[in-house]
C-alpha cells in the first residue's frame, strides 16, 4: 500500500454483523450466509473468493443493497441499510456505491461518454468535468468515447463500466468477476485500472471473483466456504490462493 | 409438439391474454352486430307477423320506386274498396291508415325521440286490429285518440290529457281516451302509434276517400272454404296495377324483406368498424408473434439441433396461433353478445331506437365470428411462423445470432409484386363493393409500398426504418428534456424501428380513419356553408323539425299560409321525389320546383338555359344536373320517359342543365305542378321564404313562428345561419357515432402497445437490473417505459394524421374535384387526436410500466 490510499486512513467504510441469509423455508431452506462478520476500511481492495455456493456473491449483493439479509446489519459510511426503504436504499446507491458486472452491463443505446455519466444524469446532477477527463484518460477510452457498447471490445467496454462505477466517487466500488468474461490481456488490464483506482485516487473497492490470478491484485483475501469466512488475511500470490481454495473447496 | 405450445401458453398467461383480447374484440363487434341485427330484423318480422295476423289478403300501393316514396297520394281508394268488397269469397274489408306524421305535446313538443317515426292511423274492425286497449278505449269521434303504451309512458301522458296530432292538414288537439298495447306486447322500438277515427285520420292527412291500406278476411263458411290465395287471385284479377294484392303471409314476408334492406345499411355500417378492429388485431398479433420469434431464436436453434424440421418449427408457431384464435374468437363472440346491447344503446343515444325483442344468435353468427378470428389470426401469425423456420441450428450455440433477412428479389419481381398486389387490393375492394374495404385495402397496399421501398433504399439489408429514428428525434424532444429517462426512452422506441412501426401501426390505421372522417366532414361542413352561402337568396327556410327530416315533408298547404303573414314577399315549396328511367334498377332523384318564384330565392349555376327556361318547363320540361346528363348522355332536346311513383310514365324534354353546389337540385329538376299531376307528389320538402323590401327578420321571423306553432308546429323556420348550423350538427352526430365504433380500434391497438412494452421490457430486464442498481428509482424506470411509450403512440398519431389528411385530400380531390367540395382541415381535431395518441400511449404504459419498475433486480441483474 503506498502513501496516496493513506487518505482513507483505517475508517471503516462498510461493516457488516452477523449477516444471515436464508433461502427457501422448511426442510428445503439454505442458508447462503451463516453468520458473516466483516468489515471493509477506506483506500483499500479486498478480494472475496469462494467455492460455487458458498455465498460470496450473496455477501457483495447484501453488502451493496442490492438484496436484503434475512439478519444482521450492514453500515455503508455510517448509514444502516437494513432499516432503509427502497427509495433511501437506491438514493444510497447511487450516491456511494459503484458496480462492475461481470457482463459489463453498459446500455446498448448510449454511447461510452454517455454510458460513464449515466449514473450522474440519473441522479440530475451536472458532471464534474475535470474528473472525467482524468476518469477516462486513466481508463484509456477517450477515443472511443462517441462510439457504442457494440462498436467497442470487451475489455474496453469494460473499461468503460470502471469509469462509470468511478464517475460518482463513490464510498465503495463493488465489483462482481469483472474479468470473468475478459482474455487474460484485458482481464490485467481491468484489474490493474482497479488497483490503480485504490492506490491514487483512494477508492476503496470489494471484489467478488473465482479468479486466483485476479485476487492477487488485490490488498486482502477474504475466503468463504458455505456461508462463513474461512480466511482473511493479507492477499496471496495466485498459487498460494489456489492452495487456499482447494483446501476448502 | 401440440403440449409444448400449451406449455408455452400457460407460462405466458399475460401476453396470451393481451393478444387474445386484440383479436376478440374486432369479433365481439362483428358478433354483435349481427346479434343486434338479426334482433332487430327478427322483431321487426314478429311486428309485421301480428299487424298482418287475421289479414287473408291485403291491398297496398305499388310501389316500384320502393318503399322510400310514400309521400304521395295513394291510389287505394273508396272505389277500390268498394270493388273489394263486392268479389265473391271476401267477408270484411276495411280500409285503414298508417302514415309517418308528427306528435306533439300541446307546448309543441315532440313525444317521439330522435328520427323515430310517428304513425298516424286509423282504427280497423277487431278482427283486423293489432292494437289492444291497455286502458280506456279506441276513439269514437274526431276530437279524440288513443296511443300506443310507450309513447304515454315516455312522455307521463294520462287518459283524459290532450295532444297534438300533426299531419298535412293544420294540426289540432285530441282528447287522449286509449292507451294501447301492441299485440303480444313486442318492443315498438322508439316508434309511436295515434289511432283516430278513420276519417279523422283520412282529415289529417288530407287523404279523405283513400287509404294507406286494405284489410280482407275470407268468407269462414265451412261449406264453400276460400282459401287466402284464392282470395287474392280474385281480387287481383279486378283491381288496377296501381295496387299490390297479397296474402297477409306474402304481405309480413313483403314487409320483413323490405324493411331488412332497408336497415342492411346498420349492419354494413358497423361491420366496417369489425373489420377495421380486426386488422388492427391482426397487426397486433403479426408484431407479438414476430416479437417472440427473435425472442425465441435460441429454442428454436436448439430444436433444430436436436433434429428439429423447419416443419415442425413452423407448426410449433402455426399451431400457436391457431390456438390464440379459437380462444380468442370464442372470447369475442361471448362479448358480441354482451356488446349487442351496447351498440343498441349507442344507437339509441343518437336517435336511432329501433325494437329488439331479446337476442338472436344466429348459426351464421357463431360461424363466421369463429371462422373470421381464427382465419385473420393464423394469417397474421404465418409471416412470424416462417420466418422462425429459417432459425440456423447455429443459434442454439452462441449468443446473438440473428434471423438471416429474405433475399430481397429482383427489381423486376418486385415491380411485378408491386402492381399486382394492387390490382388484387383494388379487386377485393370493389368487390367488397369499394368504399371503406377498399380505402382501407389501398391504406395496407402504401404501408407495404413504404415498407419495401424503405428496404430498397438500404440495399438489401435488415430493414431499417428511417422515418421511424428521424420522427422519434423530433417527437423525443417532448420528453428529453425531462433528463436521462427522456433520453433512454427516445432510444428504446428506436432499437427496433421496425417493431415500434407495426406496434405504432396499429394506432396508425384507427387515428387515419378518425383523421380521414374529420378532414371529410369538416370540408363537408364548410362545402355546406359555402353553398348555402351562394346559392340560397332567401331569407328563410322552412322545413320539418324531426331530426333526419329528410322523409319528413311539412304540408303543400303551409306556403299559402305563410305567404299571407306580413312582411313576407314570396314562399317557394320544393319537393322531392323520384323517378325511374326504363331498364334502370336504381332511382333518379328528382326536385320539383315552382318556377314562377324560385330564382327569387336560389341561383342556379346554369351551364346550358337560364331563368327563363324554368317558366318554359310546364309539364313535359327537365332540368338535368350536369354529372347526370353525363353520365346517362344526355343532351339538350332530348326526350326521356320516367317511371313515377304513382306508376305512370311521363315523357320529358331535356330544356336545360345546371350544376348545384349545393345539391338542392337532383338528378332531375321538374315543375311542382307535373310533380303533383304525375308524380303523387303530396307533400313538400321545404319551403324558401323571402321577405318583402324593407321587412327585417326581427319581424318577420317571429310572426312565421307563431304561426308555425299554431298550425304546424311539425315545422320550425330557419335562417341560413341556423340552416347551417343544423346541418353541421347532423354532420357532428354523425361524427361522434364513428368516432365511438373507430375508438375500439384504437383501444384494441392499445393492447397492442402493452404487449409490445411487456415483451421489450422482456428482453431488457438485465439493463433494467442494472439500472436499479446504479441508483435508478422505480419511478424513473416508471417514467422511462411511459416517456417510450408515448413515443411510439405518437409515432402512431402523426402517422396516422398524415395517412388520414393526405388520404382524404387524395379521395376528395379525384372523386369530388368539379362538384364544388370545398377543402378544409379541421387542425383543432387534429392536434387534439395527437394529444388523444399522447394519452393512449401513457394509458397503455401503466401496466409494462409497474410491472418494469417492481422487477427483481438480483433475479434481473443475473438473468440472461
Aim: hydrophobic share 45%.
Amino acid at each position: 500500500m503506498n502513501g496516496a490510499a493513506a487518505q482513507g486512513g483505517s475508517e471503516k467504510l462498510v461493516e457488516a454483523e452477523d449477516l444471515r441469509r436464508r433461502y427457501g423455508e422448511g426442510e428445503a431452506a439454505v442458508d447462503a450466509l451463516a453468520g458473516v462478520t466483516v468489515a471493509f476500511p477506506a483506500g483499500r481492495f479486498a478480494a472475496i473468493m469462494g467455492p460455487s455456493g458458498s455465498g460470496k456473491s450473496t455477501l457483495m449483493h447484501i453488502l451493496a443493497g442490492l438484496d436484503r439479509p434475512t439478519s444482521g446489519t450492514v453500515r455503508i459510511g455510517g448509514v444502516e441499510l437494513t432499516e432503509l426503504a427502497d427509495r433511501e436504499l437506491t438514493q444510497l446507491r447511487r450516491d456511494r456505491i459503484g458496480f462492475i458486472f461481470q457482463t459489463f452491463n453498459l446500455l446498448p443505446v448510449l454511447n461510452g461518454e454517455e454510458n460513464i455519466l449515466l449514473p450522474l444524469s440519473i441522479a440530475g446532477r451536472k458532471p464534474d468535468r475535470e474528473w472525467f477527463d482524468r476518469l477516462i484518460d486513466t481508463v484509456g477510452i477517450r477515443d472511443r468515447l462517441s462510439h457504442r457498447p457494440a462498436e467497442l471490445s470487451g475489455g474496453q467496454q469494460q473499461r468503460v463500466a470502471v469509469a462509470r462505477a468511478l464517475i460518482t466517487r463513490p464510498t465503495v466500488v463493488f465489483a462482481d468477476e469483472p474479468s470473468g468474461n475478459l482474455d487474460s490481456k484485458a482481464s490485467n488490464d481491468v484489474l490493474e485500472l482497479l488497483r490503480h483506482a485504490v492506490d491514487d485516487f483512494g477508492q476503496t473497492v470489494v471484489m467478488v471473483t473465482h479468479d486466483a490470478h485476479a485476487a492477487s491484485f488485490a490488498d486482502r483475501l477474504l475466503v468463504l466456504a458455505d456461508g462463513r469466512i474461512v480466511h482473511d488475511g493479507e492477499s496471496l500470490s495466485s498459487e498460494h490462493a489456489l492452495d487456499l481454495m482447494k483446501s476448502v473447496g | 409438439m401440440l403440449s409444448l405450445v400449451l406449455r408455452g401458453f400457460m407460462q405466458r398467461k399475460l401476453r396470451v391474454l393481451l393478444t387474445g383480447i386484440a383479436i376478440a374484440l374486432g369479433v365481439a363487434l362483428m358478433a354483435g352486430t349481427y346479434i343486434l341485427t338479426d334482433t332487430i330484423n327478427k322483431s321487426f318480422a314478429g311486428i309485421f307477423n301480428v299487424a298482418n295476423r287475421g289479414h287473408d289478403v291485403v291491398i297496398t300501393p305499388r310501389q316500384s320506386l320502393g318503399r322510400n316514396t310514400r309521400s304521395k297520394t295513394s291510389p287505394v281508394t273508396d272505389q277500390i274498396l268498394a270493388q273489394v268488397r263486392a268479389t265473391p269469397g271476401v267477408a270484411e274489408a276495411a280500409g285503414s291508415i298508417f302514415t309517418p306524421g308528427s306528435f306533439l305535446d300541446v307546448h309543441g313538443k315532440r313525444l317521439t325521440v330522435g328520427g323515430a317515426p310517428a304513425f298516424i292511423g286509423s282504427e280497423v274492425p277487431k278482427r283486423f286490429e293489432s292494437f289492444t286497449v291497455a286502458h280506456g278505449r279506441f276513439a269514437t269521434n274526431a276530437n279524440e285518440v288513443a296511443i300506443d303504451e310507450a309513447t304515454a309512458n315516455r312522455n307521463n301522458l294520462k287518459l283524459g290529457e290532450k295532444m297534438v296530432v300533426a299531419g298535412s292538414a293544420p294540426a289540432r288537439d285530441y282528447t287522449i281516451v286509449g292507451i294501447l298495447r301492441f299485440g303480444g306486447g313486442q318492443s315498438f322500438g322508439g316508434a309511436g302509434a295515434a289511432i283516430l277515427t278513420l276519417p279523422e285520420a283520412q282529415r289529417v292527412l288530407a287523404l279523405p276517400g283513400h287509404f294507406d291500406q286494405i284489410d280482407v278476411a275470407a268468407e269462414s263458411n265451412p261449406a264453400h272454404p276460400v282459401s287466402a290465395s284464392v282470395l287474392r287471385e280474385r281480387i287481383r284479377a279486378v283491381l288496377p296495377a296501381t295496387v299490390d294484392v297479397r296474402t297477409g303471409v306474402q304481405q309480413a314476408a313483403k314487409d320483413t324483406s323490405d324493411l331488412e334492406s332497408n336497415l342492411s345499411f346498420i349492419r354494413t355500417f358497423l361491420l366496417v368498424f369489425a373489420y377495421v378492429a380486426l386488422v388492427v388485431g391482426a397487426f397486433i398479433i403479426f408484431n407479438t408473434f414476430s416479437i417472440t420469434v427473435a425472442q425465441r431464436t435460441r429454442e428454436f436453434g436448439l430444436l433444430r439441433t436436436l433434429g428439429g424440421s423447419r416443419r415442425q418449427i413452423m407448426q410449433s408457431v402455426v399451431y400457436e396461433g391457431l390456438l390464440l384464435g379459437v380462444g380468442g374468437a370464442v372470447l369475442g363472440l361471448l362479448g358480441g353478445l354482451v356488446l349487442a346491447p351496447a351498440l343498441n344503446a349507442l344507437f339509441k343515444a343518437f336517435g336511432a331506437d329501433l325494437p329488439h325483442n331479446g337476442t338472436v344468435l344466429e348459426t351464421r353468427t357463431i360461424v363466421v365470428s369463429l371462422l373470421v378470428g381464427i382465419v385473420v389470426t393464423l394469417l397474421a401469425g404465418l409471416p412470424p411462423a416462417l420466418r422462425a423456420t429459417r432459425v440456423p441450428p447455429l443459434a442454439a450455440m452462441r449468443e446473438g445470432v440473428e434471423i438471416p433477412p429474405r433475399p430481397l428479389p429482383s427489381r423486376r419481381a418486385l415491380i411485378a409484386r408491386t402492381v399486382g398486389l394492387l390490382l388484387v387490393c383494388v379487386l377485393l375492394g370493389l368487390a367488397a363493393g369499394g368504399g371503406v374495404v377498399l380505402v382501407l385495402l389501398l391504406l395496407a397496399w402504401a404501408w407495404w409500398l413504404g415498407k419495401t421501398l424503405l428496404r430498397v433504399r438500404r440495399g438489401g439489408g435488415p430493414p431499417h426504418y428511417r422515418l421511424v429514428p428521424a420522427l422519434a428525434q423530433v417527437i423525443g424532444v417532448l420528453v428529453t428534456w425531462r433528463g436521462v429517462t427522456g433520453q433512454l426512452a427516445r432510444e428504446n422506441s428506436i432499437r427496433q424501428p421496425g417493431r415500434t412501426l407495426i406496434t405504432a401501426g396499429a394506432l396508425t390505421v384507427g387515428l387515419a380513419l378518425v383523421a380521414f372522417v374529420a378532414v371529410l366532414a369538416d370540408g363537408t361542413k364548410a362545402t355546406i356553408n359555402r353553398a348555402v352561402s351562394r346559392s340560397f337568396a332567401g331569407d328563410l327556410i322552412i322545413e320539418n323539425s324531426q331530426e333526419g327530416n329528410r322523409e319528413q315533408g311539412i304540408p303543400a298547404l303551409l306556403a299559402p299560409t305563410v305567404r299571407q303573414v306580413s312582411g313576407v314577399a314570396s314562399v317557394t315549396p320544393v319537393a322531392f321525389t323520384v323517378g325511374r328511367l326504363p331498364g334502370s334498377s336504381s332511382n333518379a332523384t328528382i326536385t320539383a320546383i315552382d318556377p314562377a318564384t324560385f330564382e327569387r330565392v336560389y341561383r342556379v349555376e346554369w351551364k346550358q338555359g337560364s331563368n327563363a327556361t324554368l317558366l318554359g318547363l310546364g309539364n313535359e320540361g327537365v332540368v338535368l344536373t350536369k354529372g347526370y346528363a353525363e353520365s346517362k348522355h344526355l343532351k339538350l332536346g332530348q326526350t326521356i320517359s320516367m317511371l313515377t311513383p304513382a306508376e305512370k310514365h311521363v315523357s320529358l324534354t331535356v330544356r336545360g342543365i345546371a350544376s348545384d353546389n349545393a345539391r338542392l337540385l337532383g338528378n332531375l329538376t321538374i315543375t311542382l305542378a307535373l310533380a303533383r299531376a304525375s308524380f303523387g307528389q303530396r307533400d313538400d320538402a321545404l319551403d324558401f321564404v323571402s321577405y318583402a323590401p324593407g321587412a327585417t327578420n326581427a319581424q318577420v321571423q317571429p310572426a312565421v313562428n307563431r304561426l308555425l306553432a299554431a298550425a304546424f308546429p311539425q315545422a320550425r323556420s330557419r335562417t341560413a345561419a341556423q340552416f347551417k348550423q343544423d346541418q353541421a350538427n347532423q354532420i357532428n352526430t354523425l361524427l361522434a357515432l364513428i368516432y365511438v365504433l373507430l375508438a375500439l380500434s384504437v383501444i384494441v391497438s392499445l393492447f397492442g402497445i402493452v404487449n409490445t412494452l411487456i415483451l421489450s421490457i422482456y428482453e431488457r430486464t438485465r439493463e433494467l437490473g442494472m439500472m436499479r442498481a446504479i441508483g435508478t428509482s422505480r419511478r424513473q424506470v416508471r417514467q422511462m417505459i411511459r416517456y417510450e411509450s408515448v413515443i411510439t403512440a405518437l409515432i402512431g398519431g402523426v402517422f396516422g394524421l398524415v395517412i388520414g389528411v393526405v388520404g382524404a385530400v387524395l379521395v376528395t380531390s379525384l372523386t369530388l374535384s368539379g362538384s364544388g367540395y370545398v377543402q378544409s382541415i379541421p387542425v383543432g381535431t387534429l392536434a387534439i387526436l395527437l394529444v388523444v395518441a399522447a394519452v393512449a400511449g401513457l394509458l397503455a404504459a401503466q401496466l409494462p410500466a409497474r410491472r418494469a419498475a417492481r422487477l427483481d433486480m438480483l433475479q434481473a441483474l443475473m438473468s440472461e
